[in-house]
């Protein structure tokens, strides 16, 4: 396993438009968690999954962000109509209920123009 | 999850101990203290957590004080490879493990 995989690595797009991430959690891996981190500021919880259930929002998660995790496996993250504030280094987790630490992929660069 | 407090930077010698302290006096019976570092670019990774006792791995040792209102990381041998920000992050663990609550760290900076 090669760990948490995260794409695309890096996106730039112009504000307005929607844009889709998609992270590839360890497999086996029940719990999936999406973060935001900006710059100089630690990573912010924005949701979590346990299989296909999204069981907590923040509310740093408007109504322009969606999160799904169909079948348990995969998850997308989708921001409509982007925006500047939301320019941001978007993380995901994964980890197990036996394991006592969460696995973080590299994470995609946003830059929204 | 309760807050944690810790030094804004901190510089160590290579081959030195870094000794990264933090904070968290509202500690609750149920939480852990947690330890994650994120390199340059990367994404956070775990080092090591404790409820009271004691804890060491290939990577730290964890220390908590005995009314666990504080902690130390330490890096017995730190590298130029551990150069990082240091996230020290209390957690109740179990169904709340994984929403973690992040702070803005350390930034331990070693020097050759």
């Known amino acids: 396993d090669t760990g948490v995989s995260q794409d695309p690595r890096h996106k730039i797009t112009k504000r307005g438009q929607n844009v889709t991430f998609r992270c590839d959690p360890i497999?086996?891996?029940?719990?999936l968690y999406w973060y935001r981190q900006t710059l100089g500021q630690g990573p912010e919880f924005l949701t979590y999954?346990?299989?296909?259930?999204?069981?907590?929002k923040s509310r740093l998660l408007s109504d322009r962000f969606s999160a799904e995790r169909p079948k348990g496996s995969f998850s997308t993250l989708e921001i409509q109509r982007t925006e500047q504030g939301d320019s941001a280094m978007y993380l995901c987790?994964?980890?197990?209920?036996?394991?006592?630490?969460?696995?973080f992929g590299q994470g995609t660069r946003l830059t929204v123009v | 999850d309760a807050k944690t407090t810790q030094p804004t930077s901190m510089d160590c010698a290579e081959g030195r101990a870094a000794n990264l302290p933090c904070n968290h006096s509202?500690?609750?019976?149920?939480?852990?203290v947690y330890w994650y570092r994120q390199i340059h670019s990367q994404g956070p990774q775990y080092i090591i957590h404790g409820l009271k006792n004691n804890e060491t791995n290939e990577m730290a040792s964890l220390i908590i004080t005995e009314d666990r209102k504080s902690s130390t990381l330490i890096l017995p041998h730190a590298t130029l490879r551990d150069t990082a920000v240091y996230y020290c992050?209390?957690?109740?663990?179990?169904?709340?493990?994984?929403?973690?609550?992040f702070g803005q760290g350390t930034i331990l900076t070693v020097h050759p």
């Open positions: 999954f346990q299989n296909e259930a999204q069981l907590e």
């Open positions: 509202t500690i609750s019976g149920n939480e852990y």
């Open positions: 992050i209390v957690n109740a663990g179990g169904t709340s493990y994984g929403k973690l609550t």
């Open positions: 497999s086996e891996h029940n719990r």
């Open positions: 987790a994964s980890s197990s209920r036996d394991y006592t630490e969460a696995f």
